[in-house]
T-cell receptor
């Protein structure tokens, strides 16, 4: 089955700096890559996703890049704010049903 | 849309008791997923349904766990008998292809 690895497990940045979280996947058939943000005690919420026919997608301060050849994808958050502090999960999916989640990155934005 | 609705939000029970967690998916979503989240194991898919039919229950840890989806608007996850190691946050999620929308979760504590 698919194996998704996520790094780093924890990340601290100063407010205003950028944060980058990276994920690798093993199955080249994976074609859908969502990112979820989970604040403490709350549900995971989709923040951005990308499909394999696209190399990059942006939504305001958030962007995701995908390198199909290397089988990795990354989340980029620019101009970080304290409210960006949360756990971020990447996932890879082939069928759209079975999601393989990474182990999460705990991001702390220091004011 | 009220989103995915789970109940109860918190459940504390004694070891050996039966526990039933409930989920109402988003209307129109044809896939429903049950996840378990712990610090040690992250987000684990327990089972998912397509059009009310269980498709993959390979993530169900033991025979003590069972899940049903009698109709498109309701699902249950039952643990009988419960054990302390079942303590976790259980999330229900639904989708209509692609990304998941998660419920608020049920925090289960088995003492």
């Amino acid at each position: 089955g698919e194996n998704v690895e996520q790094h780093p497990s924890t990340l601290s940045v100063q407010e205003g700096d950028s944060a980058v979280i990276k994920c690798t996947y093993s199955d080249s058939a994976s074609n859908y890559f969502p990112w979820y943000k989970q604040e403490l005690g709350k549900r995971p919420q989709l923040i951005i996703d990308i499909r394999s026919n696209v190399g990059e997608k942006k939504d305001q301060r958030i962007a995701v890049t995908l390198n199909k050849t290397a089988k990795h994808f990354s989340l980029h958050i620019t101009e970080t704010q304290p409210e960006d502090s949360a756990v971020y999960f990447c996932a890879a999916s082939i069928t759209g049903n079975q999601f393989y989640f990474g182990t999460g990155t705990s991001l702390t934005v220091i004011p | 849309d009220a989103g995915v609705i789970q109940s109860p939000r918190h459940e504390v029970t004694e070891m050996g008791q039966e526990v039933t967690l409930r989920c109402k998916p988003i209307s129109g979503h044809n896939s429903l997923f049950w996840y378990r989240q712990t610090m040690m194991r992250g987000l684990e898919l327990l089972i998912y349904f397509n059009n009310n039919v269980p498709i993959d229950d390979s993530g169900m840890p033991e025979d003590r766990f069972s899940a049903k989806m009698p109709n498109a608007s309701f699902s249950t996850l039952k643990i009988q008998p419960s054990e302390p190691r079942d303590s976790a946050v259980y999330f229900c999620a639904s989708s209509r292809g692609g990304s998941r929308t998660f419920g608020s979760g049920t925090r289960l504590t088995v003492v």
